[in-house]
């Protein structure tokens, strides 16, 4: 069964900083996709970035950044020059397609705070 | 980008009462809609999924006469909580998948319900 794991419940960071933040999943599929999403305080999730399993190149969106392990089926956040607006929790995500049917498996989320 | 609009934002009812809860995908075409239950300082439990124009398919363990999901047009699911309880206060958050095989998740500001 396709499952995705986040070890670490919470962390911290100084203001400007950077922190890496893990994921691990498991599945048996050679292709699918992985996100990160964000939910601050207000609790709307937030789409951090976007991997698709098929490309090598790890993505990345201006201060965030993955690490893209396929083989060892680990997809890190690393977010850089850390911002007091980047305090949220924060959720790895695999999609699973199954014959034109998907399901977006959550893991249980890291909170993150930046300190001032 | 992608718009989902979830209405009410809050709502309080009293037991034994009724809540639709609305998810409308505002710039785009959602094929299949998500319903999530979140807890307090937990990850995103999926309820069910929604496809238009058929019937939601539910995840074990969520009652499906008691968590009613019509999914009428290609914009707009509805989740009707029946026979309101106590136990069923929560965050519930939906969410909107567009076309395309690996898109991401556009999710809803969320409800937070509150059964008195």
């Known amino acids: 069964a396709q499952t995705v794991t986040q070890s670490q419940p919470e962390m911290s960071v100084q203001e400007a900083e950077t922190v890496t933040l893990s994921c691990t999943y498991d599945?048996?599929?050679?292709?699918?996709?992985l996100f990160w999403y964000k939910q601050p305080p207000s609790r709307q999730m937030i789409l951090v970035i976007r991997?698709?399993?098929?490309?090598?190149q790890n993505a990345t969106e201006n201060r965030f950044s993955v690490n893209f392990q396929k083989a060892a089926k680990s997809f890190s956040l690393k977010i850089s020059d850390s911002q007091l607006g980047d305090t949220a929790m924060y959720f790895c995500?695999?999609?699973?397609?199954?014959?034109?049917?998907?399901?977006?498996?959550f893991g249980t989320g890291t909170r993150l705070k930046v300190l001032a | 980008g992608a718009v989902v609009s979830q209405h009410p934002s809050w709502v309080i009812c009293k037991s034994g009462t009724s809540v639709k809860i609305e998810c409308r995908s505002l710039?785009?075409?959602?094929?299949?809609m998500f319903w999530y239950r979140q807890f307090p300082k937990q990850s995103l439990m999926l309820m069910a999924t929604?496809?238009?124009?058929?019937?939601?398919?539910?995840e074990q363990g969520v009652e499906k006469d008691k968590f009613l999901i019509n999914h009428a047009s290609l914009t707009l699911s509805t989740l009707t909580v029946t026979s309101a309880h106590p136990e069923d206060s929560s965050f519930y958050i939906c969410?909107?998948?567009?076309?395309?095989?690996?898109?991401?998740?556009?999710f809803g500001n969320g409800t937070r319900l509150t059964v008195t």
């Open positions: 991997q698709e399993a098929y490309k090598q």
């Open positions: 710039d785009f075409q959602a094929t299949t």
């Open positions: 995500a695999y999609l699973l397609t199954t014959s034109g049917t998907y399901k977006y498996i």
């Open positions: 969410s909107a998948k567009d076309r395309g095989g690996g898109s991401p998740l556009h």
């Open positions: 929604s496809n238009e124009g058929s019937k939601a398919t539910y």
């Open positions: 599945t048996s599929e050679s292709n699918y996709y």
